[in-house]
């Protein structure tokens, strides 16, 4: 069994009704505008989508819809590299809160990782932006 990995929950606050904020994270479609770490999203046959990244084709598989909020998703890299995402939206109040959980792996340098820490709070910065009421 393998040890459990470090890993960092990055948040956001929206002020955003929660069934809107779900709604819009429920479609990738969506995703190109506000999560740039996964290349330009195509559609394929049975849900899953492929994405043409800097290091060649990767594919994505996405939590099927649901009332809880969960919008996991899981990257499989050119290089056949596995990387479940979790992701939550949560309501708050009349707003909602998305979370992400960031694993570090274990080749993961700390300037890679604080690098990837970074990107994901600017990533759902852009989403918070996207989606609030202008």
């Known amino acids: 069994m393998a040890t459990p990995m470090p890993c960092r929950h990055i948040g956001v606050t929206i002020d955003r009704p929660f069934a809107e904020v779900y709604?819009?994270?429920?479609?990738?479609?969506?995703?190109?505008?506000?999560?740039?770490?996964?290349?330009?999203?195509?559609?394929?046959?049975?849900?899953?989508w492929v994405?043409?990244?800097?290091?060649g084709r990767a594919t994505i598989v996405f939590s099927p819809r649901n009332d809880f909020g969960v919008l996991d998703h899981r990257v499989i890299t050119p290089e056949g590299q596995v990387i479940d995402v979790p992701l939550r939206a949560m309501p708050n109040g009349r707003g909602c809160d998305v979370v992400l959980?960031?694993?570090r792996h274990p080749a993961m340098d700390d300037a890679t990782w604080a690098r990837d820490q970074d990107w994901v709070r600017k990533?759902?910065?852009?989403?918070?932006?996207?989606?609030?009421?202008?």
Do not use: K
């Not at 479609?27 to 394929?44: F, I, K, V």
């Not at 994405?51 to 290091?55: L, R, S």
């Open 101 to 103: 959980t960031l694993y």
């Open 123 to 134: 990533d759902l910065e852009r989403l918070a932006t996207i989606v609030s009421p202008a």
């Open 51 to 55: 994405a043409d990244q800097a290091g």
């Open 23 to 48: 709604a819009f994270l429920a479609d990738p479609a969506n995703w190109p505008s506000w999560a740039s770490g996964l290349g330009t999203l195509r559609r394929q046959i049975d849900g899953t």
